[in-house]
């Protein structure tokens, strides 16, 4: 924020009354009003004043606060703004607030609440604002642009709309109307190799459409053969049904399948080994498709992955400019930063991870980050990389990373171990990567858990210093080198604290929510046989249920991971496999 000009107080509202009436332009756009709609009711809320809200069409009697372009007809100051950026500044006794798009407008009025009212939205369920008898403007310049274009906090309690919307995501699955300024809309979000070509419509007359494995086309568990030209034909075709059934979408996902068993017929293997590695045959298949489209649809995207076999870049094809490449680091550990963990383990899959970044970002418009943020093995646990997450993501913006989604517990129902925290922190810096993340935490805390924050806070600084250079996977188990007997009480301890200290039966039900990682952890340390172990594990569903979490491990059964922590030492005993599927849209 920036002071320009002799400084002027001016008084939005004091005492129960408000000099000011809130203006948008005869023809604003749906969002613009809305924005309007929800600055009226937070000021209102903030100050017990009735502020009057209408169109330009009425003539100026009070000084004002401008929302949306073009209001009175001024023309609007949005240099340096992109498509979702805004400008929030003083015009004489006026506030305007502009974005290029009604989209950013929207998200100029949450950041001017949060700038005079301390508005923050932190849970789809929790959000805090100050009650002010009196709200004062000074001079303000304040303009904004995201860090990436495209931001996703993939975790279930981050699709609400109004908190998508409050924490300015654009998030494919957060179903956000477009009078609320819409979203980022993908078709097909992930693997769709099959859902292009089915096999189960496609193999029995055309395996040659399949991947070549070891001598045999694959049905099952396989990808398609890139370089046949039929299928380069008929998956144009299909791609181009999607786009006219889907009119609202912007992205179209055409990406490899999630497993390995991509084709070694002659021609992919030629143009595999000619580019060094298996993401020459698929950006060649994905550029003939992007290409065609951009005939008919020159605003549509195609995304594909750099995933797992296919994440090193080629030496010599690129990705057309209408193409997404979404690289994803599954492999990586998150208890160092990128920068970090390069120096000190330069053969590790990490440090071969800041090598592709910055391979692909040479030839890529679009390059995106899949990112994850949780434990999957044991979405009961907390996944400690709060500062790691933070150091990253400004990595990313200076390799010139334009999306990013951050994977976390997308399963039904309620969440713990600190997801609703590690989704703020995602939400909040992938806006802004400059932002502190132990201030972020600080308001969290205080705004979640108010009289207990400061024990919640000691607890995540306890996992967090734990973790450095211990190793962090996506599936680490409860005995893993950085949780310790002596780690288990003491959060064991804090918990008690922050409990007795809470002021509300609200937070102190938040409070025990989280407490039941802790609990879990202390009957994955429990010898079996353990007297009144079992009874525990009773109450620990019991009360896993009552704050309505679905799953405890990724796509498991709840009660099939239960019968695990019964039966085998530490729960790590994956039983029978288990999947469950969700919809997405």
């Known amino acids: 924020m920036h002071i320009r000009g002799k400084k002027m107080e001016r008084i939005i509202a004091n005492e129960g009354k408000s000099g000011y009436h809130i203006v948008t332009s005869q023809f604003a756009h749906e969002a613009e009003l809305y924005a309007a709609s929800q600055l009226k009711i937070y000021l209102e809320k903030a100050s017990f004043a009735v502020i009057p809200y209408f169109s330009d069409r009425c003539e100026k009697r009070t000084p004002e606060i401008r929302v949306g372009r073009n209001v009175r007809g001024n023309t609007d100051k949005l240099d340096g703004i992109g498509d979702e950026g805004f400008k929030i500044y003083t015009d004489g006794e006026d506030i305007v607030i502009c974005g290029r798009t009604p989209r950013g407008t929207v998200y100029g009025v949450y950041r001017f609440l949060e700038e005079i009212i301390g508005f923050r939205c932190f849970t789809k369920d929790i959000e805090t604002f100050d009650k002010r008898g009196k709200i004062t403007v000074s001079n303000i310049d304040i303009t904004e642009n995201p860090s990436f274009e495209y931001r996703d906090t993939y975790f279930r309690g981050a699709f609400d709309c109004d908190y998508a919307v409050k924490n300015r995501l654009n998030s494919s699955l957060a179903l956000i109307p477009n009078e609320k300024g819409g979203r980022t809309k993908f078709y097909n979000f992930h693997h769709s190799f099959y859902d292009i070509l089915p096999p189960d419509i496609y193999f029995d007359e055309h395996p040659e459409y399949y991947s070549l494995v070891d001598g045999v086309r694959l049905k099952q568990n396989g990808q398609l053969c890139l370089t046949n030209e039929d299928a380069v034909n008929e998956a144009i075709k299909r791609v181009k049904e999607w786009i006219r059934s889907r009119p609202d979408c912007k992205v179209f996902s055409v990406a490899q399948n999630d497993w390995s068993n991509n084709c070694t017929c002659p021609k992919c293997r030629e143009t595999d080994e000619k580019e060094g590695s298996p993401s020459g045959s698929i950006i060649y298949f994905v550029n003939r498709i992007a290409e065609e489209i951009e005939k008919e649809y020159p605003d549509v995207l195609i995304h594909t992955f750099a995933y797992q076999y296919s994440r090193k870049a080629p030496k010599f094809i690129c990705p057309r400019d209408n193409v997404i490449v979404r ?259």
């Open 327 to 585: 690289l994803c680091n599954i492999e990586c550990s998150w208890d160092e930063n990128l920068r970090e963990k390069k120096a000190n383990s330069p053969e590790s899959y990490t440090a071969e991870f800041v090598g592709n970044i910055t391979d692909w970002g040479k030839i890529s418009k679009h390059l995106y980050i899949w990112d994850y943020a949780c434990n999957f093995s044991y979405y009961i646990l907390p996944f400690p990389n709060y500062y790691i997450l933070a150091d990253n993501l400004r990595y990313y913006k200076e390799c010139g990373v334009s999306g990013i989604l951050e994977q976390g517990n997308f399963s039904y129902g309620a969440a713990t171990g600190l997801a609703e925290l590690e989704a703020y922190l995602c939400a909040r810096l992938m806006w802004n990567t400059d932002l502190d993340v132990k201030e972020l935490i600080m308001e969290f805390t205080d705004g979640v858990y108010g009289r207990s924050a400061d024990y919640i806070r000691q607890y995540i600084e306890l996992l967090c210093s734990e973790v450095k250079g211990k190793g962090l996977s996506l599936y680490y188990k409860p005995d893993t080198d950085f949780i310790s007997e002596a780690l288990i009480n003491k959060a064991d301890e804090l918990f008690k604290k922050a409990s007795n200290a809470a002021e509300t039966a609200e937070i102190k039900k938040r409070i025990e929510r989280e407490y039941l990682s802790v609990r879990f952890l202390k009957i994955c340390w429990m010898p079996l046989g353990t007297e009144g172990r079992n009874n525990l594990i009773d109450e620990l569903y019991r009360d896993v249920k009552k704050h309505g979490i679905s799953e405890i491990q990724e796509r498991v059964n709840l009660e099939i991971s239960f019968e695990r922590l019964r039966k085998y030492p530490f729960c790590r005993e994956k039983g029978e496999n288990y999947r469950l599927y969700y919809i997405m849209k």
